[in-house]
């Protein structure tokens, strides 16, 4: 099966500690991507990662950073989370061609209490 | 302001029946993508525009760049249409805009 795959599906945790979260795309697709979704539905890009640039969103706060081994994985590291880090957590990837449809994964849903 | 503003926020709709939603771009997009968020959360893309109109099954989208808008329409709309759904425009830097989304909940 050719698709994104994320997990957890679920992390509950508390202010402070260190979360991972993994984002893995069998579609031989060169671009990866990890958004955040708050609790109103609004999508914001954070992150955008290929072999040759990580472009961040200048928004995003430094305890968020991404961790890739290969281009067919872009994990999610936060260091220490705040109660605003909850929220659901969107990995998607794109091939870097004329049409780069985002493909996105199911989600992990973060609540930091 | 927001440079992709997606409207209507909200629509519901009896099964069997149609509309459309739309977005509008404050600068000039080079494509837009529309999505489908079900209720499982799963994202699912349903078209990519860089111009003109795609039509896959009851949904038909419309990208014109001139005028900066694009269209998604639903006609004979199924329960399973319901969720949320959003537009994403690729600016000239290849970012993507996205819309704030519009609730579809389709009644029996």
């Known amino acids: 099966e050719t698709a994104v795959f994320q997990t957890p599906n679920y992390h509950v945790t508390q202010v402070g500690n260190e979360v991972s979260f993994n984002c893995k795309q069998t579609?031989?697709?060169?671009?990866m991507y990890w958004y955040k979704q708050d609790s109103k539905k609004l999508l914001k890009i954070m992150f955008s990662?290929?072999?040759?640039?990580?472009?961040v969103n200048e928004t995003v706060p430094r305890r968020f950073s991404p961790q890739s081994s290969d281009k067919a994985h872009l994990n999610l590291r936060i260091k220490s989370v705040e109660p605003e880090d909850s929220a659901v957590y969107l990995c998607?990837?794109?091939?870097?061609?004329?049409?780069?449809?985002?493909?996105f994964g199911p989600g992990t849903r973060l609540l930091v209490l | 302001g927001d440079q992709v503003e997606q409207s209507p926020s909200a629509l519901s709709l009896h099964e069997g029946t149609g509309s459309a939603l739309r977005c509008n771009f404050t600068?000039?997009?080079?494509?837009v993508q529309w999505f489908q968020q079900n209720s499982r959360g799963s994202l699912i893309n349903l078209f990519y525009?860089?111009?003109?109109?795609k039509e896959n099954g009851r949904l038909k989208s419309t990208f014109n760049s001139k005028e900066s808008y694009s269209t998604l329409h639903i006609r004979d709309a199924q329960l399973e249409d319901s969720g949320t759904y959003f537009c994403?425009?690729?600016?000239?830097?290849?970012?993507?805009?996205w819309g704030s989304g519009t609730k579809l909940i389709i009644k029996p």
């Open positions: 994403a425009a690729e600016d000239s830097n290849y970012q993507l805009i």
């Open positions: 600068t000039t997009m080079r494509a």
């Open positions: 525009l860089a111009s003109g109109t």
């Open positions: 579609l031989g697709h060169d671009t």
């Open positions: 990662y290929n072999n040759k640039q990580l472009i």
């Open positions: 998607a990837s794109s091939a870097w061609d004329r049409e780069d449809t985002q493909y």
